[in-house]
């Protein structure tokens, strides 16, 4: 049991920084790309948030970005290994089609979430607990507090710009 548990906690750090920094190279903090993603920055603002963080998880929420592109590659990867996270990256780029989102953070952020959820299980480390993992980490920046998430966000996004 404690495998597991170590397993999970390695998942969720390197899902957070894999779909965390993909999404801030992808410069989802600068502004809401797809609809929806400046309405949701906005009330975060008003909510003593940051803009910027707050259009970042607009944009998580409204169109398949790298956080949700992480989250099926490692499904994908569970059922079918690497042609799984392929066919994961292809139905996010669909997805990211049907919003119009002109960015390409979450057919990114599921290849390269294929490949790293692959590798990290030649070390021990399975796809299932990258699913938990994921989960865990879209929490730590949608669930927990909006405005705090929000801040953090655009320090981070500072750090790049």
Not at 22 to 50: C, N, Q
Not at 118 to 133: C, H, N, Q, R, S
Request: charged share 10%; hydrophobic share 55%; aromatic share 8%.
């Amino acid at each position: 049991m404690p495998g597991v548990v170590v397993n999970i906690i390695i998942a969720v750090l390197v899902c957070w920084i894999l779909f965390i920094a993909i999404d801030i190279i992808f410069k989802l903090p600068e502004k809401g790309g797809v609809s929806g993603a400046a309405a949701i920055g906005t009330a975060i603002a008003e909510e003593r948030g940051s803009l910027n963080g707050g259009y970042m998880m607009g944009n998580i929420v409204c169109s398949p970005d790298a956080s949700a592109g992480t989250l099926l590659a490692a499904c994908g990867v569970f059922v079918a290994g690497i042609p799984g996270g392929l066919v994961a990256a292809l139905l996010v780029y669909i997805g990211n089609r049907i919003c119009h989102d002109p960015g390409y953070a979450g057919t990114t952020g599921a290849l390269c979430a294929t490949f790293v959820i692959t590798g990290f299980g030649l070390i021990g480390v399975t796809p299932d607990a990258f699913i938990a993992g994921m989960v865990i980490a879209i929490l730590t920046i949608q669930g927990m507090s909006h405005p705090y998430a929000s801040h953090l966000l655009t320090k981070l996004w500072g750090m790049r710009a």
